[in-house]
């Protein structure tokens, strides 16, 4: 598939293929038909208003629900029945949109979790400090003491520090100040460039098309409407369906 931007180059290499997933909560469905493949180095907005489903893909996508039917493969391997603790370690990083970090530890101790060993994160730090210098600064603070911003920078540092091939991120930009989203915005540019395939959850419209390659709006558990960003066209279709 060729991907949008100047470069032109041919990226084939499937990192995401969700096929015909059924999925949901007890006995009901929330995802009812959901199909899409993500390449790497390719961003996918997954657009859509509230409760139709955007949260329970990436929990379904990272086994937390399981799936009713169809299949979830990443980088052809099928995950669809398979346990967290296992996905987790198929170089995937997930980025909740509850806050996920651990306020009794340290800034330090949060993205150590990110990695193997403390000499991966001591190698890796640059990593942090290209992304948000500030973060750097703050090691030994109590993460649960950082501004509300810094906690969902450190949540995304946490990720960076993993290298993964694939980002599941969940309304990131939720509640944060312009200068921060533009970080963030900078940071999943940079993830993309070095070929990271970037699943996006977004309320945030300006944001998602900012840094998105293609879009998909989710409305009741089906893809009503996909594609690539595309100026005014794409604006129109994205104002039909997600008009509140
Ligand atoms: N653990 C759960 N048990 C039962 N129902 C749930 C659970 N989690 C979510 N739901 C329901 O599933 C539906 C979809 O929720 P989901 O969080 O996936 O939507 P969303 O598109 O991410 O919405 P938002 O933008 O508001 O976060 C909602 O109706 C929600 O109430």
């Known amino acids: 598939m060729m991907r949008n931007g100047t470069e032109r180059e041919a990226v084939s290499e499937q990192i995401i293929s969700v096929a015909r997933l059924r999925s949901g909560y007890g006995g009901g469905d929330i995802l009812r038909d959901i199909s899409f493949d993500l390449s790497a180095g390719e961003i996918l907005a997954i657009l859509g208003k509230n409760g139709m489903g955007k949260s329970t893909l990436l929990k379904t996508i990272m086994g937390f629900v399981k799936p009713k039917s169809g299949s979830i493969k ?25 806050f996920a970090i651990f306020r009794e530890l340290t800034v330090e101790e949060n993205l150590r979790l990110g990695v193997e060993s403390d000499s991966l994160l001591k190698q890796r730090l640059g990593d942090v400090r290209d992304a948000f210098p500030r973060m750097t600064e703050r090691m030994s603070q109590r993460a649960g003491t950082l501004s509300g911003g810094e906690q969902k920078m450190l949540l995304l540092c946490r ?33 993309r460039s070095k070929g990271v395939a970037i699943l996006l959850i977004e309320q945030n419209l300006n944001f998602a098309l900012s840094i998105a390659d293609r879009f998909a709006i989710l409305k009741i558990g089906e893809i009503v409407e996909s594609g690539r960003f595309e100026g005014r066209d794409t604006a129109g279709k994205l104002e039909k369906h997600l008009r509140i």
């Open 159 to 191: 990720a960076i520090v993993s290298r993964p091939d694939i980002m599941l991120i969940d309304e990131i930009s939720e509640g944060l100040q312009p200068t921060m989203i533009e970080r963030m915005a900078e940071i999943l540019r940079t993830a």
């Open 74 to 98: 990443l980088r052809g391997v099928d995950v669809t029945n398979a346990e967290p603790h296992w996905i987790a370690r198929r170089s995937i990083a997930y980025t909740p949109q509850e």
